[in-house]
């Protein structure tokens, strides 16, 4: 405990530093185990070194991955924080019970790490929150088949900005790896046939998923609440007020603005990288070397994110309707194309059941791992990684990853790594990122009786 509070004092004396004008010594030397984590990140890197794994400021928008035809602005990014909340978007709800209920935030939320806080993520048809989301269950008001769910587990949308397409099966996105699966997407008014419109993939996703989730954004600019028409003229031309299509995609535009600055830039391995090198324990300092050496995680968790844009078959089982805990999945079938993972998207044999590498920052925050929701920890998904046993039967062993193989760590490796990915990849302060109020004074991320309730609102 002696070590961990230390640890905590230490980052937040270099959250104080770093936020000044000048750079003083750093807090504690570096020892011989800081030495050598460096030299395993210079050949991790391709020589690179510590900046190669820097994220950068989250006001940092010249040194943001973005797209170029939605640059940041600092009052676009304002803009969409708040629709990001707003559960006053909530308002074409297949029931009228839903009305101003659920936002973006239901399903992706701070309190866990810009995941659900459970296997499936609920927007409309939710009720309560509980203290990390943990507690959203269906409402008595809904049918199970109104109840808006996601059919695998909500990915994070921390440090998205370095996620050129989106979704575990990277569907969204008119560009990059999309480039060439022009004949998957549908029609217009289906969510994929957004890729058209020729924006990445977070703000493809977050036009789309304005549609998907009934989220209706233009009306919010023509009512009493200034705060967002002022904010609008500012981030966008004043013009486009007049032009219903720009302005429902502008308002998406600025909601994905937003998303591209949730960067855990103050997690104790971003303040090490920093030059704390107090940030870190002992233990979690041997866990990253041996994330970035014999652990091999760095072949595919690389870069700032700890992430690439790679896909993988890694024998996990899918998202399956039954008992999570105290969660219960529905209207999950077998017949789920998310099941079969990029393959379900593009249609090709050798993308079958192959998942996006996630980025592993503010983990632990979210108590399910996999695309199926199938680890409650880390360190399960570290020990199923290191023997490399197939959980899914419906993966054929042809279609598994040369990735997939044992890794030879003993029990102590394992816990040293599982403290690094738990506590040094952990963010304390995401809270940063969260608006106090919105401009309707509405509760967020739900507005539902609840979980007015459970938050406090």
Not at 45 to 70: M, T, V, W
Not at 84 to 96: I, M, S
Not at 218 to 233: C, E, G, P, R, V
Not at 269 to 297: H, I, P, S, V
Request: proline fraction near 5%.
């Amino acid at each position: 405990m002696k070590a961990r509070n230390l640890t905590k004092l230490l980052a937040i004396s270099s959250i104080a530093f770093l936020s000044g004008c000048s750079t003083p010594d750093p807090i504690v030397e570096a020892n011989n185990l800081d030495l050598e984590l460096e030299q395993q990140l210079t050949q991790s890197s391709g020589g690179i070194g510590k900046e190669y794994y820097r994220l950068p400021e989250s006001n940092d928008f010249n040194n943001i991955p973005q797209d170029p035809k939605n640059p940041l602005s600092t009052e676009k990014v304002e803009l969409g924080k708040f629709l990001y909340h707003e559960t006053g978007l909530a308002q074409n709800p297949k029931n009228q019970a839903g009305m101003n209920t659920y936002s973006c935030a239901s399903c992706h939320h701070s309190k866990a790490g810009f995941q659900a806080g459970m296997p499936q993520g609920m927007g409309e048809g939710g009720s309560g929150f509980g203290v990390h989301g943990e507690s959203r269950h269906v409402s008595e008001l809904y049918d199970m088949k109104d109840v808006d769910v996601q059919p695998i587990r909500t990915p994070s949308a921390m440090n998205i900005a370095y996620q050129t397409n989106v979704l575990w099966n990277g569907q969204f996105g008119g560009t990059h790896l999309n480039i060439g699966t022009e004949a998957s997407w549908k029609d217009n008014g289906h969510p994929t046939g957004t890729n058209r419109l020729g924006f990445e993939g977070i703000e493809t996703q977050a036009i789309a998923g304005r549609d998907v989730h009934r989220l209706v954004i233009d009306k919010i600019f023509m009512t009493n609440y200034s705060t967002y028409k002022d904010l609008y003229q500012k981030a966008f031309d004043p013009a486009s007020l007049n032009d219903p299509v720009k302005l429902k995609n502008n308002g998406a535009l600025a909601i994905a603005a937003y998303e591209r600055t949730l960067l855990s830039n103050q997690a104790p391995f971003q303040m090490w990288l920093r030059g704390n090198y107090g940030a870190m324990t002992d233990d979690e300092k041997e866990g990253a070397k041996l994330f970035f050496g014999k652990g091999q995680c760095s072949t595919c968790h690389n870069g700032p994110s700890l992430a690439n844009m790679e896909f993988h078959a890694l024998g996990m089982t899918d998202l399956t309707t039954g008992s999570y805990g105290n969660n219960e999945v529905i209207n999950v079938t077998d017949a789920n194309p998310e099941h079969k993972g990029r393959g379900g998207f593009t249609g090709r044999d050798e993308d079958m059941y192959k998942f996006k590498v996630p980025q592993l920052y503010n983990l632990k925050d979210s108590p399910f791992y996999g695309h199926g929701a199938s680890f409650t920890s880390v360190k399960e998904v570290i020990q199923y990684k290191n023997a490399a046993v197939a959980q899914n039967s419906n993966v054929p062993v042809d279609k598994l990853s040369s990735q997939f193989k044992p890794l030879g760590l003993s029990e102590v490796e394992i816990d040293q790594l599982t403290e690094f990915i738990d506590h040094a990849l952990r963010d304390p302060n995401l809270d940063r990122y969260v608006p106090e109020q919105l401009p309707t004074g509405l509760a967020f991320p739900n507005n539902d009786n609840q979980s007015i309730i459970d938050l406090g609102f």
